[in-house]
């Protein structure tokens, strides 16, 4: 099984500033097959990111994608108040052929 | 607009089975898988399986392979999840999710979720 840790648990900042999240993979996946999403509270996950870099629509180019191997990063450029929020990374490969990382929680300093 | 829209929230014993549908609308559903997704209080989310929406095919996770079913009707475009022998550590908030079926896997919408809970 790929396993898929993601730093930092929390990260504390403010509207405006930059975020860099990170997710780990247990071993090597192809950068086709990963994927991010946000959850806020109370609602279904949203995908944000497939293939490492490519934006869902409806989705701001605040938010940008990139790695490959083992690891991957997700950043948003400027804060807005909607983005606090639980960020997961999402792979497709081995058996079980679909794992997520335990999330990252974006919170307001 | 695409929507997946899930049936209402569920209470079972121990031992009991739980059916949760998954009606779609908006696009062709036979085009796309349906995934499901599970959340137990605190907990990352957990694949539990798919079935593509055109041919039927399912795949489960090993975790849930003896105990999950899911099937589709395409005359109503929905999908359904029934997990048996449930027990407390299956209380979670169940989701489907779309499957674009572009040669990778991720889901690009969601259904609003299916609190499960399992108790005595």
């Known amino acids: ?15 405006g500033e930059r975020a860099t999240l990170s997710c780990r993979a247990s071993q090597s996946i192809s ?12 609602q279904a996950p949203r995908l944000l990111i497939y293939g ?32 606090f929020a639980v960020y997961y990374c999402q792979q497709y490969g081995s058996s079980p052929p679909i ?9 307001i300093k | 607009q695409v929507q997946l829209v899930q049936s209402g929230a569920e209470v079972k014993k121990p031992g009991a089975s739980v059916k949760v549908s998954c009606k779609t609308s908006g696009y062709t559903f036979s085009n796309f898988a349906v995934h499901w997704v599970r959340q137990a209080p605190g907990q990352r989310l957990e694949w539990m399986g798919w079935i593509n929406a055109g041919n039927g095919i399912t795949k489960y996770s090993q975790r849930f392979q003896d105990r999950v079913t899911i099937t589709r009707d395409t005359s109503a475009s929905t999908a359904y999840m029934e997990m048996s022998s449930l027990r407390s550590e299956d209380t979670a908030v169940y989701y489907c999710a779309r499957d674009p079926l572009g040669g990778s896997v991720y889901f690009d919408s969601w259904g609003q979720g299916t609190l499960v809970t399992v108790s005595s």
């Open chain 1, 1 to 15: 099984e790929i396993v898929l840790t993601q730093s930092p648990g929390t990260l504390s900042l403010s509207p």
């Open chain 1, 31 to 42: 950068s086709s097959d990963l994927a991010w999403y946000r959850q806020k509270p109370g």
């Open chain 1, 99 to 107: 794992t997520f990382g335990q999330g990252t929680r974006l919170e």
């Open chain 1, 52 to 83: 490492t870099s490519g934006r869902a629509t409806g989705i701001p180019d605040r938010f940008s994608g990139i790695g490959s191997g083992t690891d991957f990063t997700l950043t948003i450029s400027r804060l807005e108040p909607e983005d």
